[in-house]
Structures are given as C-alpha cells and as structure tokens.
C-alpha cells in the first residue's frame, strides 16, 4: 500500500507557474505508474498527466500538453507536476494517484489504486 500527500497549490495569475509534489510513503513507488489528475467545481475528475515507472515515459491530456510537465525522483519517493503558462480553466483540485498494473498509458480514473487528498490551485486573471 502506498500514502500519498500532495502539496505546492496556491492562488496565481494567469501565465504564472506553479510546481505541485506528491510524496508518497513505502519502499515500492518505483512499482507504480503516477499520474496527475483534476476536479473542477461541477465538473468530473480529469486525466492531465501520467509518468512511467521509471519515468522515462510520460502522457499528456491535450489540453496541458506543452504546458505541464510531470517527472517523478524514484530516490525520493516524489512525482512532481510543473505547470507554466496557467489559465483560468486549470482552476482545480489536483490529485496524485498511483496505478500498480503494468498498463500504460494509464488514463483512466478507475485504473488507479490509491489517491492523495488533493492541493488547490486557482488562477485568477
């Protein structure tokens, strides 16, 4: 089983930059596929990133590609999500969650096992 906590949210403007962390406990995270997903008020959650086990891998949704980039440090038990050139459409509660089968890529909600609680992160313009 694996713990996930997110962190790195906040209030910005739009074209700021923000870096979300996930940490994530036990000795097993390079045995999980991340990804990075988000629920807007109203709206379901949405894929926006995921990374490979050893993180030479990564997917996109269209609407952050060239964006956001996702990266994982395997020696730290850490997936990070970078995002440049906000908008106020990226209005939402991020998650981290980890997928323990050997698909990739791995885009959909119900293929994750374990969730963080989530970081906020509102633009404003």
């Known amino acids: 089983q694996v713990q996930l906590v997110e962190s790195g949210g906040g209030m910005v403007q739009t074209g700021d930059s923000l870096r979300l962390s996930c940490a994530a406990s036990?000795?097993?995270?390079?045995?999980?596929?991340m990804g990075w997903f988000r629920q807007a008020p109203g709206k379901e959650r949405e894929f926006v990133a995921a990374?490979?086990?050893?993180?030479?891998?990564?997917y996109y949704a269209d609407s952050v590609k060239g964006r956001f980039t996702i990266s994982r440090d395997n020696a730290k038990n850490t997936v990070y999500l970078q995002m440049n050139n906000l908008k106020r459409e990226d209005t939402a509660n991020y998650y981290c969650?980890?997928?323990?089968?050997?698909?990739?890529?791995?885009?959909?909600?119900?293929?994750?096992?374990?969730w963080g609680p989530g970081t906020q992160v509102t633009v404003s313009s």
């Open positions: 036990g000795r097993t995270f390079d045995s999980y596929t």
């Open positions: 969650a980890a997928d323990r089968s050997p698909l990739w890529p791995s885009l959909k909600r119900d293929g994750y096992d374990y």
């Open positions: 990374v490979s086990r050893s993180g030479t891998s990564t």
